[in-house]
């Protein structure tokens, strides 16, 4: 049996990557999970086919994050299938790679909803019909600890949801629900590399302790401790899970 038997939790943008395998986790420690997809309906319905052969319960729910009524949508299927919501992971996201001097108005305007407006108005909902004693990880990057050229847009979202973890804390407080955000380093997912040359790659792995590319494992570790029971006493932190990252 799990450690975590009988909560329910909401993962965004986990059809592939990070929250594909953040799914998979929390179902093998009891969890029963809604696979978050906007367009990969195949790819989410693998990952419920996947939890569901290892005899966990999940389901697919589609959802623009970036759209609020969406984000309402998602929540409502969820309270209607399971009754309530004890974890939400916001790892829905958008990344882009532009000098300033490129970025058009409308690229500003998706990453912004997806990240920033997605991720808070996903947060109003856990207010809403979190239970008590609940856990919320926002998704950040460790990007921000740097001064990449092509990363100011991408760099400034996750900026913003650093500090709504800091400054919703307290808000939770009185209902036991922890907020925290996750900043990965380089992770070795398919969004990561696409753009990526081998060289590059192998440079950004130099950068940390270990000298190799993070797996979404790693990562999928460590919101496995923050959903916890043990993790109680944290809450309002951006926790850098890079291996070292500088």
Request: no cysteine; charged share 20%; aromatic share 8%.
């Given at each position: 049996?799990g450690?975590?038997?009988?909560?329910i939790?909401?993962?965004?943008g986990?059809?592939?990557?990070?929250?594909?395998?953040i799914?998979?986790?929390?179902?093998s420690?009891?969890?029963?999970?809604v696979v978050?997809?906007?367009?990969?309906?195949?790819?989410?319905?693998?990952?419920v086919?996947?939890?569901?052969e290892?005899?966990g319960?999940?389901?697919?729910?589609?959802?623009?994050?970036?759209?609020?009524?969406?984000?309402?949508?998602l929540?409502s299927?969820?309270?209607?299938?399971?009754?309530?919501v004890?974890?939400?992971?916001?790892?829905?996201?958008?990344i882009?790679?532009k000098?300033?001097?490129?970025?058009?108005?409308?690229e500003f305007?998706?990453?912004?909803?997806?990240?920033?407006?997605?991720?808070?108005?996903?947060?109003q909902?856990?207010m809403k019909?979190m239970?008590n004693?609940?856990?919320?990880?926002?998704?950040s990057?460790?990007?921000?600890g740097?001064?990449?050229?092509?990363?100011s847009?991408?760099s400034?979202?996750?900026?913003?949801?650093?500090?709504?973890?800091?400054?919703?804390a307290?808000?939770?407080?009185?209902k036991q629900?922890?907020?925290?955000t996750v900043a990965p380093?380089?992770?070795n997912t398919e969004?990561?590399?696409?753009?990526?040359?081998p060289?590059?790659?192998?440079?950004?792995?130099?950068?940390n302790?270990f000298?190799?590319i993070g797996?979404?494992e790693?990562i999928?570790?460590v919101?496995?401790?923050?959903?916890s029971?043990?993790?109680?006493?944290?809450?309002?932190q951006?926790?850098?899970?890079n291996?070292?990252?500088?």
């Amino acid at each position: 049996m799990g450690s975590l038997d009988g909560k329910i939790a909401i993962v965004t943008g986990a059809s592939r990557g990070i929250g594909r395998v953040i799914a998979l986790k929390l179902a093998s420690l009891g969890v029963q999970v809604v696979v978050n997809y906007s367009q990969s309906s195949d790819k989410a319905n693998e990952v419920v086919a996947q939890i569901e052969e290892q005899g966990g319960a999940a389901i697919a729910i589609q959802a623009d994050i970036g759209r609020i009524s969406e984000i309402e949508k998602l929540f409502s299927e969820t309270i209607n299938r399971f009754g309530k919501v004890d974890i939400l992971i916001n790892n829905a996201g958008r990344i882009l790679y532009k000098a300033i001097a490129d970025v058009t108005e409308e690229e500003f305007d998706t990453l912004f909803a997806v990240n920033v407006k997605g991720t808070y108005f996903a947060i109003q909902q856990a207010m809403k019909y979190m239970e008590n004693g609940g856990r919320i990880i926002n998704f950040s990057t460790s990007v921000n600890g740097q001064m990449f050229p092509t990363y100011s847009v991408y760099s400034g979202t996750k900026g913003a949801v650093e500090q709504f973890t800091r400054q919703l804390a307290k808000e939770f407080g009185p209902k036991q629900i922890t907020i925290n955000t996750v900043a990965p380093g380089p992770v070795n997912t398919e969004l990561f590399s696409a753009d990526k040359t081998p060289e590059q790659i192998e440079a950004l792995s130099k950068m940390n302790a270990f000298g190799r590319i993070g797996e979404p494992e790693d990562i999928a570790n460590v919101v496995a401790l923050l959903v916890s029971e043990q993790s109680q006493w944290i809450t309002g932190q951006t926790i850098r899970v890079n291996g070292g990252f500088i």
